[in-house]
């Protein structure tokens, strides 16, 4: 009888270690989801963070993030990129989209604020933006208008101040707001225009200046799927998180304002 019991004992547990290596098997020979996500520049430090807490979640979710700055990710979208879900850091470069009939929905996730920053161990003292026409500032960073949301802020702000003209001679101009953020760390730019986000995230420059809303269109991040998407299920289910509490935190902790 004993004999007999170990015989079944045995079987047991052979059928639960059969089980679990064809349950691995099967996890390991099933391929996951990849999620292509195009995203401004801006939003990297916090969208890493989600990604692991939503693959931690989601474990056949593969989130793949293609980050550049607004427009030169519209443009790859409109030529035929393929995305699952576009974040942008302007209304205009999403707009575009919906009016090309490329975004099934789309919302505003967050809001954001522009700052003048110069170098952490920059002897400038500057309060106000006209004081970037003096002789001792020689170079002033700014995003590419016409391309980065940031770079067309900035330079509403400028001609709204009158100074737009006379400093064109000494700005240099960055394909994102994080190359803007690396001039002014390394010294190869005075002065720059980025996000307060951007700012917080580096101990090597100092926000000046917090420039006046009032002064350049509204910054918004609003957070679109793609039409064109071939994991529409998916894709939209990560749209939803990113306007969830969980991902709410994470952006509040890297100095985004909420929708």
């Given at each position: 009888?004993?004999?007999?019991?170990?015989?079944?004992?045995?079987?047991?547990?052979?059928?639960?270690?059969?089980?679990?290596?064809?349950?691995?098997?099967?996890?390991?020979?099933?391929?996951?989801?990849?999620l292509?996500?195009s995203?401004?520049?801006?939003?990297?430090?916090s969208?890493?963070?989600?990604?692991?807490?939503?693959?931690?979640?989601?474990?056949?979710?593969?989130?793949?993030?293609?980050?550049?700055?607004?427009?030169?990710?519209?443009?790859?979208?409109?030529?035929?990129?393929?995305?699952?879900?576009?974040?942008?850091?302007?209304?205009?470069?999403?707009?575009?989209?919906?009016?090309?009939?490329?975004?099934?929905?789309?919302?505003?996730?967050?809001?954001?604020?522009?700052?003048?920053?110069?170098?952490?161990d920059?002897?400038?003292?500057?309060?106000?933006?006209?004081?970037?026409?003096?002789?001792?500032?020689?170079?002033?960073?700014?995003?590419?208008?016409?391309?980065?949301?940031?770079g067309?802020?900035?330079?509403?702000a400028?001609?709204?101040?009158?100074?737009?003209?006379?400093?064109?001679?000494?700005l240099?101009?960055?394909?994102?707001?994080r190359?803007?953020?690396?001039?002014?760390?390394?010294?190869n730019?005075?002065?720059?225009?980025?996000?307060k986000?951007?700012?917080?995230?580096?101990?090597?420059?100092?926000?000046?200046?917090?420039?006046?809303?009032?002064?350049?269109?509204?910054?918004?991040?609003?957070?679109?799927?793609?039409?064109?998407?071939?994991?529409m299920t998916?894709?939209?289910?990560?749209?939803?998180y990113?306007?969830?509490n969980?991902?709410?935190?994470?952006?509040k902790k890297?100095?985004?304002?909420?929708?």
């Amino acid at each position: 009888m004993l004999k007999r019991n170990g015989v079944l004992t045995l079987a047991a547990v052979l059928t639960v270690v059969s089980l679990y290596v064809s349950t691995q098997l099967a996890q390991s020979t099933h391929p996951k989801t990849e999620l292509i996500v195009s995203a401004a520049a801006s939003l990297k430090g916090s969208l890493d963070q989600i990604e692991k807490l939503y693959e931690k979640k989601h474990k056949d979710i593969n989130l793949t993030f293609n980050y550049g700055s607004s427009g030169t990710l519209q443009k790859q979208i409109e030529q035929g990129a393929p995305v699952d879900l576009f974040f942008s850091a302007g209304r205009k470069q999403m707009d575009a989209l919906v009016k090309g009939n490329l975004v099934k929905q789309s919302t505003n996730i967050l809001n954001n604020e522009l700052v003048m920053i110069i170098p952490s161990d920059s002897k400038h003292t500057l309060t106000t933006v006209k004081q970037l026409t003096n002789k001792d500032i020689e170079k002033v960073a700014i995003g590419q208008p016409e391309s980065v949301p940031a770079g067309q802020y900035a330079k509403e702000a400028l001609t709204v101040r009158k100074v737009w003209d006379p400093l064109k001679d000494k700005l240099i101009y960055a394909k994102d707001v994080r190359q803007v953020l690396t001039y002014v760390e390394t010294g190869n730019a005075d002065a720059g225009f980025v996000y307060k986000t951007d700012a917080l995230a580096s101990k090597k420059v100092k926000m000046a200046i917090h420039i006046l809303s009032s002064v350049h269109a509204p910054i918004s991040y609003p957070a679109g799927v793609l039409k064109e998407s071939k994991h529409m299920t998916e894709a939209t289910t990560f749209y939803n998180y990113l306007q969830s509490n969980e991902a709410d935190a994470v952006f509040k902790k890297y100095g985004f304002k909420l929708r």
